[in-house]
């Protein structure tokens, strides 16, 4: 068994459509893959990718990024509402964004959102950030309200366990995983990439490795003991720091 991660797979973009179906000619079917959030803003499409996965993959994990969580129309208001949506689609197609044993290795995915621990937004990054309109979020306490419910959902999936446990967000875990040598307008956009809070948890649960999107930057480092790793596809024009493709990341015999 294998375990393989990408994020950031944003399949509005027809080529990354097309990139997902050729899965089917590789056999995954013994295989885990945990995908770190973006699919899609939209159900329908979600749906799809998780219906066709499931068919190639043994087990499918996930978490959702922000896009998933843009609203698509007015009945759906609030995020919290377009969560409990993808919570039912989930459940529907097969694919856990809950935290599961195997023998020998737990996978536990992380629910969250960026609390501005990173930074403080500008008036600047208000007016261009998407979320902010997207997301329906117009204050830092709805932003707050946002980050207690995820961490409600996470307090619901701490479990005692002997197993290595391998955890995974969409948002950055830790500043110093930043590609600030990278991204040169990178300063502007810090606060809204992750969250203090993330680290602290992977810490408590005491995560080996720990894999996340957000950023389209591939990245594979240790610190302090922990593996992070970010595999994210990102969109068609993004080649030159993604590796447009998926990643094994352990293998268990």
């Not at 499918?60 to 922000?66: M, T």
């Not at 609030?78 to 097969?94: E, Y």
């Not at 993330?198 to 003991?225: D, F, L, M, P």
């Amino acid at each position: 068994m294998k375990i393989f991660v990408v994020s950031d797979i944003h399949v509005d973009y027809i080529s990354n459509r097309m990139w997902i179906k050729k899965l089917v000619n590789y056999n995954f079917s013994k295989d885990i893959l945990i995908i770190s959030g973006d699919i899609s803003s939209k159900i329908n499409l979600i749906e799809e990718v998780f219906v066709f996965l499931k068919k190639v993959f043994h087990e499918v994990f996930f978490v959702p990024g922000n896009h998933d969580l843009w609203l698509e129309n007015q009945k759906i208001n609030t995020v919290i509402k377009k969560w409990n949506i993808l919570n039912s689609v989930v459940r529907k197609t097969g694919v856990h964004m809950e935290a599961k044993d195997f023998d020998g290795f737990s996978i536990v995915p992380i629910m969250s959102w960026y609390d501005f621990s990173f930074g403080m937004p500008s008036k600047e990054l208000y007016t261009i950030w998407r979320d902010f309109i997207a997301c329906n979020l117009k204050n830092y306490n709805q932003i707050q309200d946002l980050n207690q419910y995820c961490c409600e959902l996470n307090e619901k999936m701490i479990f005692n366990t002997n197993n290595r446990i391998i955890s995974f967000s969409h948002f950055v875990p830790d500043t110093r995983l930043l590609p600030t040598n990278k991204l040169k307008n990178l300063s502007l956009l810090v606060p809204v990439m992750g969250s203090t809070y993330i680290n602290q948890y992977i810490k408590r649960i005491e995560s080996i490795k720990h894999i996340y999107g957000h950023v389209h930057i591939a990245e594979n480092t240790t610190i302090e003991g922990v593996n992070y790793i970010n595999n994210s596809f990102g969109y068609p024009i993004e080649t030159l720091f993604t590796l447009k493709k998926i990643m094994c990341i352990d293998e268990i015999a």
